[in-house]
């Protein structure tokens, strides 16, 4: 699925960019619009060419694979096979250049040279591990509905089970400053006394 990404000024200038052809450069540049959250694609010449050159009948697979090659000659992409035996590949600063709001985990594997650990179920790089609900709320302002007290920190770490409830959406009084979205699932901690 193609996503919305950023191109920086310093890649007109770019030295690397520089030491490719134009039609490889459109390529990178296409497959920074093709990959996934972690920089990531399938290295397959066809589906790369359906994707980025399918009004320009012109540039076929092969012409893209040659586009491919001097990308990793340069630098700028690295060349994998996976677990799978299929063949990746990565932008190589991706997580230099773009700045994904949400990353979603990727479900390609990881590249063995550049590893990330941004495999499924694992974090992307930076990114904090995921907190209990009390620890992120009482970490933010601690105004407003929702807001917990020092009997409620106490429990930290102690409770029974998390259960998954529904915050109603048809009452607005219910909602209004609430920590939570309306109609969206949230955990609550059910502490132990």
């Known amino acids: 699925m193609a996503r919305i990404r950023t191109i920086k000024p310093e890649a007109f200038v770019s030295e690397s960019l520089a030491a490719v052809t134009l039609t490889a450069e459109r390529t990178f540049v296409g497959l920074l619009t093709q990959a996934d959250d972690q920089g990531r694609h399938r290295d397959h010449a066809a589906i790369i060419t359906g994707q980025l050159w399918v009004l320009r009948p012109e540039h076929g697979p092969s012409d893209v ?8 000659d340069a630098g700028l992409i690295c060349r994998y096979k996976g677990p799978d035996d299929k063949r990746y ?3 190589v600063t991706w997580h230099q250049h773009q700045k994904i709001n949400r ?46 007290t020092e009997d409620a920190l106490s429990t930290r770490g102690k409770c029974a089970s998390l259960q998954r409830i529904r915050v109603p959406t048809e009452n607005p009084q219910v ?5 939570s979205r309306p109609g969206r699932l949230t955990e609550v901690c059910v502490s132990l006394q």
């Open 175 to 179: 909602n209004a400053g609430s920590w």
């Open 65 to 72: 694979e040659t586009d491919l090659a001097q990308l990793a």
């Open 103 to 148: 990353p979603s985990m990727s479900r390609l594997p990881d590249c063995p040279v550049h590893g990330t650990g941004t495999g499924i179920g694992q974090s992307p790089r930076g990114a904090a591990s995921p907190r209990p609900w009390h620890r992120q709320r009482t970490e933010r302002s601690g105004r407003g509905h929702g807001a917990l």
């Open 89 to 91: 590949l990565h932008i």
